[in-house]
């Protein structure tokens, strides 16, 4: 689950991670609220007004705005809040329909008052699976495309390891501001940030943290502009204060749905749509596909009771995907008897009526036999088979 940029902002200062202090708004009249309260915090006229989103690149996209006075920030506020914001990372990209911005922060111009005496940097934590660790990457290079900086500036993008015994040691932070080029109390507020930043992370059970651009500001001091934090979904229920944070507007409608009814989906770009039990067999059902000359439209799991109401309610997701040609249900059985399975799919079928697409069901493990001789006796369209090459042949077939 991914948190807007105020909510993660909010979650770092908890652990006392220095962030650019903002106000959120959903109104107009909210964010002049907001302004002018920051302004008697700050002591200035100046702000930046932020579209939240979950999607990066928002300057880019003309939802960063830097206003010099209240005018200025009623101009930009009551653009952004409503409009369609495009940047390279919302579907579709800059030629895509944008998306909704119904929140804005209004923050302080952490730049001010000397832009040029700043200094940006980027910063992230993550996993690295190969090395079974969690790493802190970062660079001089803040503020910009961190892939594009890692493709042809591989050198100025570093990484530290973390061990997990050890946890992060003084003298890691320390190389990182050093790396960095910091000295003095830039230094210090350095290893602070990234003690505390870490802290964060693993306290919050997060999976990726980026912090793009942290800030040396003009009097030394390091603060997070900007971040995006992802938290494993797997341990959200050890922060309810964070799981209550999620956003299903931002998120895909089918997935929601399904997340709802306690389905396993992930939507895909394919073309043929599947339905297992187990994820593991979901993984082997795709490859197969894949070898089929097709291309998996999702990931549905629908768990090891699939059970006739399951099988439907997987069908409905399933055929909300327009790109959807073909469903392939997969279903091993081994608690769950096969023949119930196929009645289930009988059931489905008739009830949602207008299944528009070939489905090939392959019933394998307890009373598969009958599953298949149930299915072939209903006389509706649906190809049967047994074994997994059965099943990719059907495919085949059908997609031609
Ligand atoms: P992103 O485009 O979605 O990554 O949003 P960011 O929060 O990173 O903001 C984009 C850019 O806006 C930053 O890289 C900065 O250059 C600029 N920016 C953000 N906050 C401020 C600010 O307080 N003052 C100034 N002058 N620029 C800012
Ligand atoms: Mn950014």
């Not at 920030?73 to 940047?87: C, P, Q, R, S």
């Not at 350095?190 to 793009?212: C, P, Q, R, W």
């Amino acid at each position: 689950m991914n948190l807007h940029e105020y909510q993660g902002k909010d979650l770092l200062a908890s652990y006392g991670v220095a962030i650019q202090r903002g106000i959120v708004a959903s109104t107009l009249e909210e964010a002049i609220e907001a302004y002018k309260k920051l302004k008697e915090e700050t002591g200035t006229d100046y702000c930046v007004v932020k579209a939240q989103i979950h999607a990066g690149g928002r300057g880019k996209g003309g939802g960063v705005k830097l206003c010099k006075n209240v005018d200025e920030l009623k101009t930009h506020a009551g653009n952004i809040i409503g409009m369609m914001l495009k940047t390279p990372q919302t579907p579709g990209g800059m030629e895509g329909p944008g998306k909704l911005v119904s929140k804005v922060l209004i923050a302080e111009d952490s730049y001010a008052p000397d832009f040029s005496a700043c200094k940006e940097f980027y910063i992230s934590i993550l996993m690295d699976r190969e090395s079974k660790r969690n790493v802190i990457i970062y660079s001089t290079e803040g503020g910009m495309n961190i892939e594009e900086v890692a493709e042809k500036t591989p050198h100025l993008v570093h990484k530290e390891f973390i061990d997990p015994v050890l946890g992060l040691q003084a003298f890691q932070s320390r190389k990182i501001a050093f790396n960095l080029g910091l000295s003095g109390k830039s230094f210090k507020e350095m290893t602070v940030f990234i003690t505390s930043l870490y802290k964060a992370y693993l306290g919050s059970d997060a999976s990726l943290f980026e912090i793009n651009p942290a800030l040396k500001t003009g009097d030394d001091r390091i603060v997070a502009v900007d971040s995006k934090v992802r938290l494993d979904d797997n341990a959200l229920f050890r922060h309810p204060e964070l799981a209550i944070l999620r956003d299903t507007t931002e998120e895909d409608p089918t997935e929601v749905e399904a997340k709802e009814s306690d389905l396993n989906y992930i939507k895909l770009d394919g073309n043929v749509g599947c339905m297992v039990n187990g994820a593991g067999l979901a993984m082997a059902t795709m490859d197969l596909i894949k070898q089929s000359g097709g291309s998996p439209a999702n990931f549905l799991d629908v768990g090891g009771t699939a059970d006739a109401q399951r099988v439907e309610k997987g069908f409905r997701i399933i055929l909300k995907d327009d790109n959807v040609k073909a469903i392939l249900v997969n279903i091993f059985g081994g608690i769950v008897r096969g023949d119930r399975v196929a009645q289930g799919i009988i059931d489905a079928y008739k009830n949602i009526g207008d299944i528009r697409v070939p489905i090939i069901v392959r019933l394998q493990g307890t009373n598969a036999e009958k599953a298949k001789s149930l299915i072939d006796a209903s006389g509706l369209k649906v190809h049967s088979a047994v074994q997994f090459k059965e099943a990719a042949d059907l495919v085949k077939q059908v997609l031609k």
